[in-house]
Structure formats: structure tokens, C-alpha cells
């Protein structure tokens, strides 16, 4: 049995933060129902041409799809009978946009008090920055991500995949678990307030640690290289095919790379004892072991790095992702078709395969492909209160 068999979530999510938790959810063995409006969710709403066409169908595996239209008294009389029967509601929303709607977190967490009520948002539901808008760009730059992003001397960079959003998501399934591990023992439901920022802050411990080092002075930003400059060789390097990259954390591991780049008299330099004297002396380092790198291929310099214990690893892109077979053997990735793209390579739960646990992701639904089917086993409604729900626009189109 799945861990979260029998769990009923009610997923209103939108773009990543949302439906990542709830694709978490629906992986572990929930029900996994999204909530669409008519036209779909924002994301779904790009189009199947947009590159986040992929994104949608990766996010919402092993879910069903409704369309409920929430502006309706029929469509949020509906909503509200789904939440008696349901363990989550999951929103990602503005702050108060359940509330315009008549549908807030205490009014279902009334009528149903078993219920978790999860909402995931840029800054949380309570403080002073409650009302800024959120996407996952901002994010970065009020967490800290961008300042510390890029070389020093040059403008702020955003950090390329979208972390706070994924940060976020996946600290708001650990909190909606957690919740319903605390309901398992209190039998009540709960209030989750998951922001994206606070999940973000910790990420930046190393950068936090090198400003009270530096005597409450901000670091520069340093591109590749370490976050204190207390580490060296901590960088990416050319090969003659690409880039490696190569980090000495400890004295052994640069012992072992300089005998390996045939540089023993670096072993007897003074000035090159410890870490903090390489991380004082980066540049020189960084100039030899460039030396050394760029007069091999990336695969090679990995075989040999590896074979001495040497943290290393070669810099890929997506292409490359997509087909590696560690990925595949694991079960994280596995192939999918596409109405648009074709044959694609989608994601599994990285819980899943932490675990073991065997569900295999079946593809994301079509528009409200599920609403009679949810209407009628989880409502009990006939086909004909359906079909006529359909022509009256409050569940859209199926």
C-alpha cells in the first residue's frame, strides 16, 4: 500500500509551487483531483506549442481533472460538498483570493474540521510583505538568490531552473505531510502557510556564514567559485570538450590532484598548506589545474579525478540529463508521449525512488477529462445532474 492511499487532495494549484506538491502527493498514492476554471489553469492555458506545455504535463502526472467554475454559486456550492469529502485543499493563489470568492480556509476548515487547508505563496499569508506579487524571478531577488548569483562587478544573476518555486513545493508537500501525521494523533485539520522565500533562506547558509566572517561584510559575488573564497580549487574547468568541475574541500583531496596533475613541488609550497592559504592563492590554483584540464576530455579527466577520490563532475546539459542512464536505471526518469513534442522524457518522484515505492506516473489529464467521473463517485451526482452542469457552464466542458 502507497503511503498516502485513501488521502483525498483537492488540488487548486498553479504554475509549479502548487502543483509540484500536490504531483508529490499524487506520486505517494493520493487522489490527487485538480480544480481547473473552464479554460484550465494559467500554465495548461500557455497552450500545448508553449515550451510549458512540458512543464504542465511533468507536474501533473497522476491526477484527474475538473473544471469547476468558483465564480458560480452552483460551482462553489459543488466545491464546498468536494471538501466534505476531502483530507487537502491545496491553493497557491494570492493572498485572499479564496476569500473574494466566499471559499476561505476557516469557512471549509468549518465544514470540514478534519481538513488541511495548505496554501503556498511568495511571502506567506501573514507579515508586511503578505501583498507583493510573487513569481519565482522575485522570489529569487528578495531571497538573497540573485545577490549572491553572477561575478562580482556585474549585475545580479537569477539562478537558471526555477528553485524557489521547486523549493517551495517541495516544502509545502512536507508540511501538509506533517499535518496530516499530526492529525493522525489530534484528529483535527489544520492551517499550512507555506512561503517560497522562507524556503529559500537556508540555501543561502555558506553565503550567510562568509558575511559574519568577513566581519558583517557582504561577499562579492564569485561566480563559480567559492562562496567565502576559502576553497580552492572550487571551480568549473575546461576540457578540450567542455567543462568539469572539481572541488578540494579537504588537505587530501588536493594532494591527491596535484600528484595527479603531476605538480608534486606544490605539496612543499608553504603558502599552500591549508585550505584557507589555497582559497587566499585561488587565482594560481585555479591557472594550474586549468593547465592541467584543458589538455583533456571531460570523461577522462572524470575516470581519473574519481579513481582518486577527487569531488568532481562534468558539467552536462539538458540533452545530456534526459539520457542518462544512472537516472533512467533509478526509475527517475521514464519515457512519456507528448501531444505535442512527441516521445519526452518526464520525471518521476524523487520520493518515490528514495523509498521504493513502485507507482508508476500515468500522463497528465486533458481538460476536465474526470468530471463526471469525480462528480458521480465522490458526489454521488447521475449523468444527466453532469450533463446538465456542463450546459449550464459551471463545470465547463468534459
Not at 136 to 165: E, H, W, Y
Not at 196 to 214: C, E, F, H, K, N
Not at 338 to 359: C, E, K, M, Q, R
Request: net charge negative.
Amino acid at each position: 500500500m502507497a503511503a498516502l492511499d485513501g488521502i483525498v487532495v483537492l488540488d487548486l494549484g498553479q504554475i509549479y509551487n502548487g502543483p509540484y506538491a500536490t504531483f508529490l502527493m499524487a506520486m505517494a498514492g493520493a487522489r490527487v483531483i485538480k480544480i481547473e476554471p473552464p479554460g484550465g489553469e494559467s500554465l495548461r492555458g500557455r497552450g500545448e506549442e508553449d515550451p510549458a506545455s512540458y512543464a504542465f504535463f511533468a507536474l501533473n502526472q497522476g491526477k484527474e481533472s475538473v473544471t469547476l467554475n468558483l465564480k458560480s454559486d452552483e460551482g462553489k456550492a459543488l466545491f464546498r460538498d468536494m471538501v466534505k469529502k476531502a483530507d487537502v485543499v491545496l491553493e497557491n493563489f494570492g493572498p485572499d483570493a479564496m476569500e473574494r470568492l466566499g471559499l476561505s480556509a476557516t469557512s471549509l476548515m468549518a465544514i470540514n474540521p478534519c481538513l488541511i487547508y495548505a496554501a503556498g505563496s511568495g511571502y506567506g499569508r501573514e507579515g508586511e510583505h503578505r501583498d507583493y506579487l510573487a513569481m519565482d524571478v522575485t522570489v529569487q531577488a528578495m531571497a538573497g538568490v540573485m545577490s549572491v548569483t553572477g561575478l562580482d562587478g556585474m549585475p545580479p544573476l537569477k539562478a537558471g531552473p526555477a528553485v524557489c518555486d521547486f523549493f517551495g513545493g517541495v516544502h509545502l508537500y512536507g508540511a501538509i505531510v506533517t499535518k496530516l501525521f499530526e492529525r493522525e494523533r489530534t484528529g483535527e485539520g489544520g492551517y499550512v502557510d507555506l512561503a517560497m522565500q522562507d524556503a529559500t533562506v537556508p540555501t543561502l547558509s555558506t553565503y550567510i556564514g562568509a558575511y559574519y566572517r568577513l566581519g558583517q561584510t557582504l561577499p562579492p559575488r564569485r561566480g563559480n567559485t567559492h562562496p567565502a573564497g576559502s576553497v580552492a580549487p572550487f571551480n568549473v574547468y575546461p576540457a578540450t570538450d567542455g567543462f568539469i568541475a572539481i572541488i578540494c574541500t579537504r588537505d587530501g583531496h588536493w594532494e591527491s590532484l596535484a600528484r595527479l596533475m603531476g605538480r608534486d613541488e606544490l605539496l612543499e609550497r608553504e603558502d599552500l598548506k591549508t585550505r584557507a592559504q589555497r582559497g587566499a592563492n585561488a587565482e594560481e590554483v585555479d591557472a594550474v589545474v586549468n593547465a592541467w584540464s584543458s589538455q583533456l576530455s571531460k570523461q577522462e579527466l572524470l575516470e581519473l579525478l574519481q579513481r582518486e577520490g577527487i569531488p568532481s563532475a562534468i558539467v552536462r546539459n539538458v540533452e545530456e540529463i534526459l539520457e542518462d542512464s544512472h537516472l533512467h536505471g533509478r526509475g527517475m526518469l521514464h519515457p512519456g508521449t507528448h501531444s505535442v513534442f512527441g516521445d519526452v522524457i518526464l520525471p518521476n518522484s524523487p520520493i518515490n525512488v528514495a523509498t521504493g515505492n513502485a507507482i508508476k506516473p500515468t500522463p497528465a489529464p486533458a481538460l476536465g477529462a474526470h468530471n463526471e467521473q469525480v462528480l458521480t463517485d465522490l458526489l454521488g451526482l447521475d449523468a444527466e445532474a453532469v450533463k446538465r452542469l456542463a450546459s449550464d457552464g459551471v463545470i465547463g466542458g468534459s
